[in-house]
């Protein structure tokens, strides 16, 4: 299938599952990971104490909940500190650990946003970089279809690579 570049909400995607890029506890916060909180209700939150956080660079699953999204696959990325503390390789093992478990619960479509690119510091355009590569690596081998979602003016980064923006998935 193919990758996909759009801009939007999120929450309001109608995907097999949506990236959440989440804090260590997994209990919400601010910027995409409260919007998907609130958007799908108190069984996340139930869901996500009961998983006991995450690593940053690993990635757990949940349900939907009042989601358009059957799944969420929640990722903690990395701070940014400059660049010189692992974070790239931090941030690239986000992306594959969300696409393994694509892959392990056989989802067919997933949307995420750009992990660490918001009040994780991380540059928005080498995040957007890393979330290219690593969806393109993915779908060589696997058959699917993945969104990456830019909020407000981060479109413009999909312009000034060179990538045409498409229709959200509602």
Known sequence: MARHVCTGDITQCRVDAIINAAKNSLLGGGGVDGA?????????????????????????????????????????????????????ELLRSCYRSCFELVKRYGLKSVATPLVSAGVYGYPKKEAYRIATQEADAFLR?????????????????????????TDLPI
């Open 36 to 88: 998907i909180h609130r958007a799908a209700g108190d069984g996340l939150l139930a869901e996500c104490r009961a998983l006991g956080g995450c690593e940053t660079g690993k990635a757990k699953i949940t349900r939907g909940y009042d989601l358009k999204a059957k799944y969420v696959i929640h990722t903690v990325g990395p701070i940014w500190h400059g660049g010189g503390f692992g974070e790239e």
């Open 141 to 165: 081998g696997y058959d699917a279809e993945i969104y990456i979602v830019l909020y407000g003016g981060n479109a413009l980064i999909a312009d000034e690579c060179g990538d045409e923006l």
